[in-house]
Protein backbone atom coordinates (compact mmCIF):
# COMPACT_ATOMS: atom_id res chain seq x y z
CA UNK A 1 0.00 0.00 0.00
CA UNK A 2 1.52 3.41 -0.93
CA UNK A 3 2.39 5.78 2.13
CA UNK A 4 0.23 8.61 0.73
CA UNK A 5 -2.71 5.82 1.14
CA UNK A 6 -1.83 4.59 4.80
CA UNK A 7 -1.92 8.32 5.68
CA UNK A 8 -5.41 8.77 4.29
CA UNK A 9 -6.84 5.77 5.72
CA UNK A 10 -5.51 7.50 9.26
CA UNK A 11 -7.70 10.42 7.88
CA UNK A 12 -10.32 8.58 7.41
CA UNK A 13 -10.60 6.51 10.57
CA UNK A 14 -10.27 10.18 12.44
CA UNK A 15 -13.38 11.26 9.93
CA UNK A 16 -15.30 8.07 10.89
CA UNK A 17 -14.83 8.44 14.92
CA UNK A 18 -16.27 11.85 14.46
CA UNK A 19 -19.25 10.15 12.41
CA UNK A 20 -18.12 13.31 9.74
CA UNK A 21 -20.63 13.40 6.93
CA UNK A 22 -17.97 12.63 4.13
CA UNK A 23 -17.29 9.41 5.41
CA UNK A 24 -20.45 7.98 3.56
CA UNK A 25 -19.70 10.57 0.58
CA UNK A 26 -16.47 9.48 -0.42
CA UNK A 27 -16.53 8.13 -4.06
CA UNK A 28 -14.32 4.85 -4.83
CA UNK A 29 -10.90 5.60 -5.93
CA UNK A 30 -10.60 5.77 -9.76
CA UNK A 31 -7.64 3.82 -11.82
CA UNK A 32 -4.56 5.59 -12.77
CA UNK A 33 -5.28 5.28 -16.37
CA UNK A 34 -8.49 7.00 -15.65
CA UNK A 35 -6.69 9.90 -13.58
CA UNK A 36 -4.00 10.09 -15.98
CA UNK A 37 -6.96 10.35 -19.08
CA UNK A 38 -8.48 14.14 -17.76
CA UNK A 39 -5.12 15.21 -16.77
CA UNK A 40 -3.66 14.41 -20.81
CA UNK A 41 -6.58 15.55 -22.09
CA UNK A 42 -5.75 19.23 -20.42
CA UNK A 43 -1.42 18.53 -21.42
CA UNK A 44 -0.77 18.15 -17.77
CA UNK A 45 0.98 15.50 -16.16
CA UNK A 46 0.03 15.44 -12.51
CA UNK A 47 2.78 14.28 -9.48
CA UNK A 48 2.79 10.41 -8.59
CA UNK A 49 1.20 11.97 -4.68
CA UNK A 50 -2.05 13.46 -7.04
CA UNK A 51 -2.43 10.15 -9.06
CA UNK A 52 -2.37 8.28 -5.66
CA UNK A 53 -5.00 10.76 -3.88
CA UNK A 54 -7.56 10.11 -6.84
CA UNK A 55 -6.55 6.36 -7.02
CA UNK A 56 -7.40 6.33 -2.60
CA UNK A 57 -11.39 7.77 -3.33
CA UNK A 58 -12.63 10.17 -5.95
CA UNK A 59 -13.71 13.03 -4.13
CA UNK A 60 -17.01 13.88 -2.89
CA UNK A 61 -19.89 16.00 -3.60
CA UNK A 62 -19.47 19.62 -2.56
CA UNK A 63 -22.31 19.40 -0.63
CA UNK A 64 -23.02 21.63 2.55
CA UNK A 65 -21.15 19.17 4.88
CA UNK A 66 -18.81 17.08 2.95
CA UNK A 67 -16.09 18.52 4.18
CA UNK A 68 -12.39 16.77 4.16
CA UNK A 69 -11.54 18.92 6.78
CA UNK A 70 -12.68 22.04 8.08
CA UNK A 71 -14.44 24.70 5.57
CA UNK A 72 -12.30 22.50 2.68
CA UNK A 73 -13.62 20.11 0.65
CA UNK A 74 -11.87 17.12 -1.99
CA UNK A 75 -14.29 17.46 -4.99
CA UNK A 76 -14.14 14.50 -7.50
CA UNK A 77 -11.54 14.49 -10.46
CA UNK A 78 -14.40 15.69 -12.76
CA UNK A 79 -15.49 18.44 -10.67
CA UNK A 80 -11.74 19.44 -10.30
CA UNK A 81 -11.40 19.13 -13.91
CA UNK A 82 -14.50 21.65 -14.32
CA UNK A 83 -13.30 23.81 -12.03
CA UNK A 84 -9.80 23.56 -13.82
CA UNK A 85 -11.06 24.64 -16.94
CA UNK A 86 -12.89 27.57 -15.51
CA UNK A 87 -9.84 29.01 -13.87
CA UNK A 88 -7.77 28.43 -16.83
CA UNK A 89 -10.44 30.56 -18.72
CA UNK A 90 -10.53 32.94 -16.14
CA UNK A 91 -6.83 33.04 -15.87
CA UNK A 92 -6.45 33.67 -19.50
CA UNK A 93 -8.50 37.14 -19.00
CA UNK A 94 -6.52 37.82 -15.87
CA UNK A 95 -3.44 37.47 -18.01
CA UNK A 96 -4.85 40.11 -20.48
CA UNK A 97 -5.30 42.41 -17.80
CA UNK A 98 -1.93 42.64 -15.65
CA UNK A 99 -3.61 40.20 -13.42
CA UNK A 100 -1.05 37.08 -15.11
CA UNK A 101 0.17 36.39 -11.37
CA UNK A 102 -2.83 35.17 -10.16
CA UNK A 103 -3.18 31.95 -12.31
CA UNK A 104 -0.97 29.57 -13.57
CA UNK A 105 -2.04 26.90 -16.43
CA UNK A 106 -0.08 24.16 -13.83
CA UNK A 107 -2.16 24.94 -11.06
CA UNK A 108 -4.34 21.81 -10.52
CA UNK A 109 -7.33 22.64 -7.52
CA UNK A 110 -7.47 19.61 -5.19
CA UNK A 111 -8.88 21.09 -2.43
CA UNK A 112 -11.21 24.17 -2.43
CA UNK A 113 -13.85 26.26 0.29
CA UNK A 114 -16.83 26.13 -2.15
CA UNK A 115 -16.01 30.40 -2.24
CA UNK A 116 -13.08 30.80 -4.46
CA UNK A 117 -10.09 29.50 -2.18
CA UNK A 118 -7.94 26.64 -3.56
CA UNK A 119 -5.20 24.44 -2.59
CA UNK A 120 -3.75 23.93 -6.11
CA UNK A 121 -1.34 20.93 -6.85
CA UNK A 122 1.91 21.91 -9.34
CA UNK A 123 1.82 19.45 -12.81
CA UNK A 124 2.35 19.89 -15.84
CA UNK A 125 4.40 19.10 -18.67
CA UNK A 126 7.52 20.74 -18.55
CA UNK A 127 6.54 22.29 -14.96
CA UNK A 128 9.96 22.22 -13.18
CA UNK A 129 7.78 21.37 -9.96
CA UNK A 130 5.87 18.75 -10.84
CA UNK A 131 5.43 16.91 -13.92
CA UNK A 132 5.62 13.28 -13.50
CA UNK A 133 7.25 13.79 -10.27
CA UNK A 134 6.67 12.02 -6.70
CA UNK A 135 5.28 15.04 -5.63
CA UNK A 136 4.84 18.93 -5.96
CA UNK A 137 4.20 21.75 -4.00
CA UNK A 138 0.84 22.38 -2.91
CA UNK A 139 0.40 25.98 -3.38
CA UNK A 140 -3.00 28.18 -1.85
CA UNK A 141 -4.34 30.61 -3.77
CA UNK A 142 -7.82 32.84 -3.92
CA UNK A 143 -8.99 35.04 -6.53
CA UNK A 144 -7.72 38.45 -5.00
CA UNK A 145 -4.16 37.84 -3.96
CA UNK A 146 -0.95 35.34 -5.81
CA UNK A 147 -0.77 32.05 -4.58
CA UNK A 148 1.40 30.86 -2.09
CA UNK A 149 3.72 27.65 -1.50
CA UNK A 150 1.66 26.04 2.03
CA UNK A 151 3.57 22.78 1.86
CA UNK A 152 6.25 21.09 0.04
CA UNK A 153 4.32 18.42 -1.03
CA UNK A 154 1.05 17.02 -1.12
CA UNK A 155 1.85 14.24 1.52
CA UNK A 156 3.62 17.10 3.99
CA UNK A 157 -0.17 18.57 3.56
CA UNK A 158 -1.80 15.07 4.33
CA UNK A 159 0.19 14.12 7.17
CA UNK A 160 -0.54 17.64 8.70
CA UNK A 161 -4.47 17.23 8.41
CA UNK A 162 -3.63 13.58 9.99
CA UNK A 163 -2.09 15.37 13.37
CA UNK A 164 -4.66 17.57 13.25
CA UNK A 165 -7.36 14.62 13.45
CA UNK A 166 -5.18 13.08 15.98
CA UNK A 167 -4.96 15.80 18.09
CA UNK A 168 -7.91 17.31 18.59
CA UNK A 169 -7.52 19.91 16.44
CA UNK A 170 -10.31 19.22 14.19
CA UNK A 171 -13.50 18.27 15.34
CA UNK A 172 -17.00 18.52 15.28
CA UNK A 173 -19.73 21.03 16.21
CA UNK A 174 -23.13 21.55 15.47
CA UNK A 175 -22.21 18.18 12.97
CA UNK A 176 -20.10 20.79 11.28
CA UNK A 177 -16.03 19.83 11.32
CA UNK A 178 -14.23 23.08 13.20
CA UNK A 179 -10.72 23.49 14.23
CA UNK A 180 -9.37 24.82 17.11
CA UNK A 181 -7.26 27.91 16.04
CA UNK A 182 -4.26 28.16 18.14
CA UNK A 183 -3.42 24.39 17.87
CA UNK A 184 -3.65 24.16 14.32
CA UNK A 185 -0.99 27.02 13.86
CA UNK A 186 1.28 24.85 16.23
CA UNK A 187 1.10 22.21 14.29
CA UNK A 188 1.47 23.49 11.28
CA UNK A 189 4.70 25.39 12.21
CA UNK A 190 5.53 21.87 13.02
CA UNK A 191 5.71 20.58 9.63
CA UNK A 192 6.57 23.45 7.86
CA UNK A 193 9.63 23.53 10.19
CA UNK A 194 10.53 19.97 9.16
CA UNK A 195 10.48 19.11 12.65
CA UNK A 196 8.01 16.53 11.33
Known amino acids: MPDIHRILNGVLRCLAALDAPIVHALQPGLTPEEVA ?20 RNGASIDGKNHFYPWDFFPPLGDAAVGYDALKSVGKELACSGFGELW ?27 AGSVSA ?41 DCNDSLCVQIELRFDSGQE
Open 104 to 130: DDTWWPVFEDGCGDYYYSVCGAGSTCG
Open 37 to 56: QVFESRGLVPSLELVRLYEW
Open 137 to 177: PILYGNSEDPPTVEHNSLRTMLRMILACYEEGAFFVTDGML
